[in-house]
């Protein structure tokens, strides 16, 4: 009896590492209800984007690689569902388990509810309520089919069941990104341009853009890397640059002279220059995630978030992306009363255990898989 375990975009990976070391453990001592196939969309093929996360997560090479590549998200959508159709109908598992809220989230689990094959969603109910953002939909559409809702917080629970979900099928179960930032600190490196750009702790910022309202209109973008340089007050600015991104920066090189451009790091080296920024400044909402844990100021560039808990527990702050907003932050950060922030509950570095005996109690009853 095996599972499926969808992986498919950078954020996947830290989300399923814990989940499969935990079947790894149960397997190895002889509890060996069920095992996995690990299935590679191919949504992020680039070697920072994704082969680097394998390596140093210690995530197996996958099963089977869908090899999708790049397009427009109906055209990544389209593909994967037909690729891996074919793929569910020669061997299909007893459950799909999807991760997070990209484009093959959303389509692996269309195709597997289309095969009778049942859907466990980890990361299930979060919501930032913001149509406009495709991860939104994605979720919204996930969780609309899934049998069995791993969530992360007290919030998503409340959404889950004022959308009508029944309580018996949610499971509190934590953060896996956050069991893997915990186990892999002690790994934390420092990146190779750290000595030859001068850094030192607590004495620069990590920027991240990604997000299409920011980043796939040149104006917009300008307006925020604008506002950026003349709030930074002489620190340097670190910014691991996109794919989606780098496709705009060059109609701007003027304002790119203030920033340190570098490729997307692997995690390792970017989770150190997170660790020891003075701040994170961000449209990201894993790294709000990942910053509150490390007790690190965050400013998210957004009006919106999926994870509120960041905010009203962690260390994030929606700063918006207008120049007076961002003004108002960086003289927080800078008079040091910016809040200090606490770990939200059960982001303790035990997600992955609970899923997995989560997902023993659901295989082992037939009965109550096919009563749900």
């Known amino acids: 009896m095996f599972i499926d375990i969808i992986a498919a975009a ?3 990976f830290m989300k399923i590492a814990p989940i499969i070391d ?24 680039d070697e920072n984007m994704s082969s680097s996360f ?22 990544i959508a389209a593909e994967i569902m037909i690729r891996y159709e074919r793929v569910l109908i020669d061997s299909p598992p007893v459950l799909v388990l999807v991760v997070g809220d990209v484009t ?11 095969l009778g094959i049942p859907v466990a969603h980890v990361e299930a109910g979060i919501r930032s309520g913001d149509w406009k953002m495709p991860e939104e939909i994605n979720r919204l559409v996930t969780d609309s089919i899934t049998n069995w809702f791993f969530t992360t917080s007290e919030f998503a629970n409340r959404c889950l069941i004022d959308s009508g979900v029944s ?24 990146p190779k341009f750290w000595n030859e750009h001068q850094l030192h702790k607590k004495n620069y910022f990590v920027l ?40 705009i920066l060059h109609q701007f090189p003027e304002l790119l002279r203030n920033f340190i451009l570098v490729e997307p790091q692997p995690y390792f080296e970017f989770n150190y220059l997170v660790q020891n920024a003075k701040a994170v400044i961000t449209d990201s909402g894993g790294i709000t995630e990942e910053a509150t844990v490390m007790g690190i100021p965050c400013l998210t560039l ?8 960041t905010v009203s527990c962690g260390t994030n702050v929606l700063v918006g992306t207008s120049h007076s907003a961002m003004a108002d932050a960086f003289d927080t950060l800078f008079s040091g009363l910016w809040k200090k922030g606490a770990i939200p509950k059960l982001w303790d570095g035990h997600a992955g255990e609970r899923i997995v005996n989560v997902l023993e109690r659901i295989l082992i009853s037939t009965d109550y898989v096919k009563s749900e």
Not at 172 to 186: A, E, P, R, S
């Open 10 to 12: 950078r954020p996947n």
């Open 22 to 45: 935990a079947i790894r453990v149960r397997n190895h001592i002889g509890k060996e209800i069920f095992d996995f196939r690990l299935v590679h969309t191919g949504q992020h093929y």
């Open 54 to 75: 394998f390596k140093q997560l210690n995530i197996p090479q996958p099963h089977i690689n869908l090899e999708v590549g790049s397009g427009s998200q109906a055209e």
């Open 208 to 247: 991240t853009l990604h997000r299409p309202s920011n980043v796939d209109h040149s104006n917009v973008l300008s307006d925020l890397l604008r506002s950026i340089s003349s709030l930074k007050r002489d620190l340097p600015v670190v910014f691991p640059v996109h794919p989606r991104t780098s496709k």
């Open 167 to 190: 309580p018996t099928r949610i499971f509190f179960v934590g953060n896996t990104m956050i069991d893997t930032l915990l186990k892999n600190t002690k790994h934390f490196c420092r």
């Open 302 to 309: 957004r009006d919106t978030t999926e994870r509120p808990e």
């Open 104 to 114: 093959s989230t959303m389509a692996c689990a269309i195709t597997a509810q289309k």
